[in-house]
């Protein structure tokens, strides 16, 4: 997950004090970095799918995409402790029903452990990916149905490891996986945890940390491996950096997805102390960490060395929130004013925001929301409509106000 600097106790405390809005109450304050005419936003509110304390921990939220006839409109739910079970949103009421229990193997003892990321094949029915952390690594992992007959459930026996790679501390995980437009795995792996990244890894291309990687999962041969390296990966070769790399420079991107219809890759990047990020991913980009924290200095914290990197789309200060959580580019039918808007949030205060860049760079910003949530991730059904997480086990539907 995220970093959490504050015990669970003292973020609901924080959420009492900050957060005045109920959930539901839509709030339209605009900021961008030009004057804006003021227009009204769409109203939004948040309609449960599943109630509080139902789910344990849901971290993420994907949809199969319809790749299995008998699984369209299904949604699965990652729960951070070892399991992913599927919901039907059509009919809530038949409750969630486990597909995968790695229980046995997962390690949670952290707070940003345990299992953080799925992604089914886009073009294999019953055939998933997962990103779990051990007591020592990140481990990426492929997963087959157990039975043609039933493709929802998957084979905990099946498990194949594809990559592992240590990690030196209990935080900054990544751990987002989404298959991109040409078909090669994507993988957030964060900086592998401290405070300010002591071992340099945002920067150091020779490690897989810091980083959003790709990897070619159908077909093997790197290493010996069950991947291959893209041939147009930034360091394909291995001699620059490592071949899996696709960009760095990254703190602990906390859920990147492409937008459907342009295949740009949006990330969210957690902030140090100062500032979150939300950045435009770009093949061989370096993203400033831990030289610049968003589009300030850090390290050293006045006249840094800026060559080569590429700056933020947007960032937000502690004013507004302290843990960005990200989210996707809204291509639903549902709430037509908000198509083409990147939807995003904070998790301790619960905003939910939209951003857009204009045809003239400008970038809009936009309050929907304060939801009264700990939102831990966005989800994206079939039909680009949009589900939020909750920490306290529910899991949400957003449509319009």
Known sequence: MKRVRV???AVVLLLSLLLSACRGEPV???TSNEPQQQQQQPAIKLETIVPEGTLDNPVGVVSENGVTRDLEGKLFVIEQKGRIVMVDPAHPATGAKTVLDIRDRVYTDGNEQGLLGLAFHPKKPGVAFVNYTTKTHSVIARFVMKDPEHPELLDPKSEV???TYEQPFANHKGGQLAFGPDGYLYI???DGGSGG???GNGQNKQTLLGKILRINVDVGGYQGKRYSIPADNPFADGEAGAPEIYAYGLRNPWRFSF???TGKLWAADVGQNRLEEIDIVEKGGNYGWNVMEGNLCYKPEEG???TGLIEPLYTYGRDLGVSVTGGFVYRGSAIPDLVGWYIY?????????ALRQEADSRVRNVTLLQSGELITSFGVDAAGELYVCAQNGSLLRIVQG
């Open 161 to 163: 490891i594809l990559l």
């Open 345 to 353: 949030g904070d998790y301790a205060k619960g905003t939910i925001w």
């Open 188 to 190: 957030g792996t964060g």
């Open 197 to 199: 990244d002591p071992y």
């Open 259 to 261: 937008d459907s219809v």
């Open 304 to 306: 840094c060395d800026r």
């Open 7 to 9: 015990s669970h106790l």
């Open 28 to 30: 339209t304050k605009e």
